[in-house]
Protein backbone atom coordinates (compact mmCIF):
# COMPACT_ATOMS: atom_id res chain seq x y z
CA UNK A 1 0.00 0.00 0.00
CA UNK A 2 0.80 3.55 -0.54
CA UNK A 3 2.71 5.27 2.15
CA UNK A 4 3.61 8.76 2.95
CA UNK A 5 5.48 9.95 6.15
CA UNK A 6 6.56 13.84 6.47
CA UNK A 7 9.02 14.56 8.65
CA UNK A 8 11.17 17.97 9.27
CA UNK A 9 8.30 20.20 11.16
CA UNK A 10 8.80 22.09 14.49
CA UNK A 11 9.14 25.06 16.56
CA UNK A 12 10.76 28.32 14.32
CA UNK A 13 10.94 32.01 14.87
CA UNK A 14 9.43 34.04 12.11
CA UNK A 15 12.08 34.85 9.40
CA UNK A 16 13.25 31.17 10.16
CA UNK A 17 13.71 28.34 7.84
CA UNK A 18 12.72 24.95 7.97
CA UNK A 19 13.06 21.80 5.08
CA UNK A 20 9.86 19.12 5.07
CA UNK A 21 10.58 15.54 3.53
CA UNK A 22 7.97 13.27 2.53
CA UNK A 23 9.38 9.68 2.08
CA UNK A 24 7.15 7.64 0.11
CA UNK A 25 6.86 3.94 -0.56
CA UNK A 26 4.41 1.54 -2.65
CA UNK A 27 4.53 3.41 -5.47
CA UNK A 28 6.27 3.67 -8.50
CA UNK A 29 7.50 7.27 -7.09
CA UNK A 30 9.34 8.29 -10.24
CA UNK A 31 5.95 8.27 -12.10
CA UNK A 32 4.12 10.96 -9.87
CA UNK A 33 3.87 14.53 -9.44
CA UNK A 34 4.23 15.09 -5.70
CA UNK A 35 1.79 17.39 -3.65
CA UNK A 36 2.58 19.93 -0.39
CA UNK A 37 -0.77 21.09 1.30
CA UNK A 38 -1.36 22.62 4.59
CA UNK A 39 -4.03 22.72 6.95
CA UNK A 40 -4.12 25.68 10.05
CA UNK A 41 -6.73 25.70 13.00
CA UNK A 42 -9.94 25.86 11.86
CA UNK A 43 -9.26 26.45 7.68
CA UNK A 44 -9.62 24.43 4.82
CA UNK A 45 -6.69 22.41 3.69
CA UNK A 46 -4.77 24.39 0.99
CA UNK A 47 -2.59 23.64 -1.91
CA UNK A 48 0.97 25.07 -1.46
CA UNK A 49 3.05 23.20 -3.76
CA UNK A 50 3.53 20.60 -5.97
CA UNK A 51 6.57 19.16 -8.60
CA UNK A 52 6.08 17.56 -11.88
CA UNK A 53 7.40 13.51 -11.81
CA UNK A 54 10.97 14.62 -13.57
CA UNK A 55 11.17 18.09 -11.56
CA UNK A 56 10.76 20.07 -14.66
CA UNK A 57 7.75 21.81 -13.44
CA UNK A 58 7.08 23.36 -10.11
CA UNK A 59 3.85 25.30 -9.21
CA UNK A 60 3.67 27.40 -5.39
CA UNK A 61 0.64 29.02 -4.21
CA UNK A 62 0.91 32.66 -4.14
CA UNK A 63 1.14 32.79 -0.50
CA UNK A 64 4.18 31.02 -0.56
CA UNK A 65 6.13 32.01 -4.40
CA UNK A 66 9.49 33.55 -3.26
CA UNK A 67 9.87 32.05 0.32
CA UNK A 68 9.24 28.39 -0.11
CA UNK A 69 10.96 25.68 -3.00
CA UNK A 70 9.73 22.31 -3.69
CA UNK A 71 12.19 19.57 -4.76
CA UNK A 72 12.32 15.81 -5.24
CA UNK A 73 15.01 12.86 -5.27
CA UNK A 74 13.68 9.94 -7.25
CA UNK A 75 16.92 7.85 -6.31
CA UNK A 76 15.26 8.43 -2.57
CA UNK A 77 11.51 8.26 -3.14
CA UNK A 78 11.66 11.38 -1.53
CA UNK A 79 10.58 15.27 -2.10
CA UNK A 80 10.89 17.91 0.14
CA UNK A 81 10.12 21.40 1.28
CA UNK A 82 12.19 24.24 2.17
CA UNK A 83 10.34 27.21 3.51
CA UNK A 84 12.22 30.27 3.82
CA UNK A 85 11.23 33.45 5.84
CA UNK A 86 8.62 31.88 7.32
CA UNK A 87 5.78 34.03 8.72
CA UNK A 88 3.07 33.25 11.88
CA UNK A 89 0.73 32.55 9.04
CA UNK A 90 2.86 29.57 7.88
CA UNK A 91 1.92 27.85 11.08
CA UNK A 92 -0.26 24.54 9.73
CA UNK A 93 -0.16 20.74 9.60
CA UNK A 94 1.85 20.45 6.40
CA UNK A 95 0.87 17.02 4.40
CA UNK A 96 2.82 15.29 1.22
CA UNK A 97 0.02 14.23 -0.79
CA UNK A 98 -0.41 12.40 -4.61
CA UNK A 99 -3.29 12.37 -6.96
CA UNK A 100 -3.05 9.12 -8.73
CA UNK A 101 -4.56 10.18 -11.93
CA UNK A 102 -1.41 13.00 -12.14
CA UNK A 103 -4.20 15.06 -13.36
CA UNK A 104 -2.42 18.19 -12.54
CA UNK A 105 -4.98 19.66 -10.12
CA UNK A 106 -4.06 20.69 -7.43
CA UNK A 107 -7.25 20.06 -5.21
CA UNK A 108 -7.40 18.88 -1.97
CA UNK A 109 -10.46 16.83 -3.41
CA UNK A 110 -8.59 15.53 -6.38
CA UNK A 111 -5.61 13.91 -3.97
CA UNK A 112 -5.64 9.95 -3.48
CA UNK A 113 -3.45 9.67 -0.83
CA UNK A 114 -2.01 11.50 2.01
CA UNK A 115 0.57 11.02 4.57
CA UNK A 116 -0.37 12.26 8.40
CA UNK A 117 1.19 15.34 8.60
CA UNK A 118 3.99 17.18 9.99
CA UNK A 119 3.27 20.28 12.43
CA UNK A 120 4.93 23.50 12.00
CA UNK A 121 4.54 26.50 14.46
CA UNK A 122 6.05 29.98 13.58
CA UNK A 123 6.48 31.89 16.57
CA UNK A 124 7.25 35.69 17.14
Known amino acids: QVQLVESGGGLVQAGGSLRLSCAAS????????MNWFRQAPGKEREFVAA????????YYADSVKGRFTISRDNAKNTVHLQMNSLKLEDTAVYYCAVDRYNSGIQEARRMDYWGKGTLVTVST
Open 26 to 33: GLTFSKYA
Open 51 to 58: ISWNAGIT
